[in-house]
Structures are given as C-alpha cells and as structure tokens.
C-alpha cells in the first residue's frame, strides 16, 4: 500500500502525470523517459496550486515505488559482463567504482551528493534509484541528483567523441574513456557507436562491467550513509528489504536462464513504475530548493566526472 491515510482517489489521481510522461515518452522515442517524469513532475508542482492532499498523496507515492522499482532494476543485472573483461580492464572499472563512491561520501556531508558520485560511478539514473531509498530521506535529492547526472552524460556523450577527433588513441583507449566514464548505457553507446563500431562495442562491454557492480555498490554506500552514531556490526549488515530483494533476485538472473520476452516485460515495468515515482518526487521539489541545491551539485557533478576521467588517464598510461 502507498499509505493508509491517503484517499484512493488522491491515490490513483497521484499515478496520472507520470503515466502521461511515460506515454509520452513511448510516443517519442527521443525523450528520457525518467527525465521527461521528473521535469514534468517539477513544473507542476511549482506551476500549479495543488491542495495538501495531493501533494502529501504525491509524495507518498513517489516514495513507496521508488522502493518498488529497485526490485525491477535488479533484472538487468548481469554478473557474466565482468567475467567478459580482461583482468586490467576489470580492475579499472572496479578502482573507478570504488574510488568514485568513496571520494563521494569522503568529500561531502550532503546525500544529494552522493547520489550524483553514485550515479557517476555506476550507471546513471538506474544507480541513484536502487540507492535514494536507503540513503536519501529528502526524496527530493533523487530528483536533483537525476538531472544532474543526465545534464553531463548528455554533455560527455557529445565532447569525448568531439576531442579523440583531435586527440590521437587507438580504438580501446577511446573505450576505455568512454565505456569507464559516461553515465547511462544510452551515453555510453551514442558515443562509442559515434566513433566507430569497435570503439561501441568494447565501451559497451565496459559500461555493462560497471553495471554489474550496482549490488556491490548499493552495499558499499548504504553501509557508508548508515555507519555514524554507536551502533553494532550487526546492525550494518541489516539491509533495507528493497536491498535484499535486489541483491537476490540480480544473483538469481545471472545464473538463471530466463526468457528473453519475460525480461522485456519485466524492463518495461519497471521503468514505468520508476518513471510514475520521478514525477510525483518532481512535485516535491520547488524551484527555490532546486536552484539551491543545484548549483552546489553541478559544481559537484563536474568535480566527480572530472575524478573519474582522471583515473581511466592514469590506467591507460600503466597499461
């Protein structure tokens, strides 16, 4: 259940902009489906004058199918992507992991910020909502944290293609810059595809590498965001159930052969579930705290992008 104390109609009435952005983005298949929710999400909240209920309605939805779509993301884990890598380019997607979520929480106090480095580090807009949930208790740092991440996939997926026009390196260098760095699978393949189809395919072996590690990495941030005051080493060990559900269910299709239409089905709800949540966290957010929050997380997206292509320069001089 959403929660007992809403209404069904402010319910049901709270599920409608996100299917409308969803429908839409079906429609154009150009559009960011989550984008598209959470920026639709944000100008009604702040055009519109909505009564208390709704919104209070709103934000209780976006929150419990948040948790909800993380047990959907778990689907399109695949453990066999790391075992398709060479053992010095499975090592660099795992320091640029590594090293990423934990200059993240190391340099800022701010959950919104680390949202950003998590979402940097692994794969976009999928990582930060497997993750918000447990770490995030304003809700409204998902949204911000999305559009930023978005913001420079976008703007990667156009320079780095741009530069190795100028800049001499051989096909797996240029994946490897390119596949270790962008941040959503689409950034990574419009930039490597862009460049050639060798250059594609290997970026997207990498990217999918990265991928794979989402478990790993969701463990590794909710430990770090939950490791303060005096509490027990047992107590670190006890996931969110959306967590747990995750983890086994990512193990269980790894090693499972499940029909490929099932995968489809299942890909296709969730991101239907993920993009109905984005758009009512969207309503939460005002443009005043947006503006606020923004401005710092920019500045922060760029500093862990920047970080992160520092890495892969400094693996591809050792190898």
Known sequence: MIAKTHSAGARAFALLPGLAAFGLAMALPALNALLSGLIAGVLIGNVFRLPAS?????????TRLLEYSVIFLAFGVQYEHLMGLGWKSLLMVTVIVLAVILASYRLSKRPVNWLIGFGTAIC??????AVAPSVAKDKSDAGIAIAVV????TLGMLALPLAFKYVDA??????MFIGG???????VAGAGYMMSNEVGELAVMIKLARVSMLSFGVILLNLLSNSHGSKSWWSYLKLPWYITGFILISVVVSFTDIPAG??????????LILTIAMTNIGIQIRFRDLWQ?????LLFGLSVFAFQLMIIGLFVLWM
């Open 293 to 297: 929050s923004g401005k710092s997380g």
């Open 124 to 129: 976009g807009s999928s990582a930060i909502a």
């Open 150 to 153: 978005n913001l420079y996939g």
């Open 262 to 271: 099932w995968l489809k089905n299942i890909d296709f709800a969730g991101k």
């Open 181 to 187: 760095s962008l941040h959503a699978v689409g950034n």
């Open 170 to 175: 051989t096909p797996a260098v240029q994946a």
């Open 54 to 62: 709704f919104r209070s309605a709103s934000g209780a939805t976006g």
